[in-house]
């Protein structure tokens, strides 16, 4: 129950489908804000770490050229690479981070469509 809403028809948890989709050899990302009240990266982070994954990259910032200012570039978030996962932040998003950054958001899927969902050459 979340809310007034009585959600039946969802599993409780994402982490046994994340699981299953990861092991049949889809490549999954999940991302969010990082001013996300709704969703902590803290809690998100825990979540994935409950998989129990292969670290292939350790939390690192992923950068972007910055459009309006002078410096080459600025931090746009932040990421790690699991076995099969990609996790990644948005620096200055909520919850719903194509609302709050949509050029970076473009650039992310962009990116990860390529197959390299940490590449961010411009948003």
């Given at each position: 129950?979340?809310?007034?809403y009585n959600?039946?028809?969802?599993?409780?948890?994402?982490?046994?489908?994340y699981?299953e989709?990861?092991?049949?050899?889809l490549?999954?990302?999940?991302?969010?804000g990082d001013?996300?009240?709704?969703?902590?990266?803290?809690?998100?982070?825990?979540?994935?770490?409950?998989?129990?994954l292969?670290?292939?990259?350790?939390w690192h910032a992923?950068?972007?050229?910055?459009l309006?200012?002078?410096?080459?570039k600025h931090?746009a978030?932040?990421?790690?690479?699991?076995?099969?996962?990609t996790?990644v932040?948005?620096?200055?998003?909520?919850h719903?981070?194509?609302?709050?950054?949509?050029?970076?958001t473009?650039?992310l899927?962009?990116?990860?469509?390529?197959?390299?969902?940490?590449?961010?050459a411009?948003?």
């Amino acid at each position: 129950r979340i809310g007034k809403y009585n959600w039946k028809d969802s599993p409780r948890t994402m982490m046994d489908v994340y699981h299953e989709l990861i092991h049949s050899g889809l490549r999954i990302w999940m991302f969010s804000g990082d001013t996300n009240g709704a969703l902590l990266i803290t809690v998100t982070r825990m979540s994935i770490n409950a998989l129990k994954l292969a670290t292939l990259r350790p939390w690192h910032a992923c950068f972007v050229k910055c459009l309006l200012a002078f410096v080459n570039k600025h931090v746009a978030g932040w990421t790690q690479d699991y076995a099969g996962l990609t996790y990644v932040t948005v620096r200055g998003a909520g919850h719903e981070v194509p609302l709050h950054k949509p050029k970076l958001t473009l650039a992310l899927v962009k990116a990860f469509l390529s197959g390299n969902s940490t590449k961010l050459a411009s948003a």
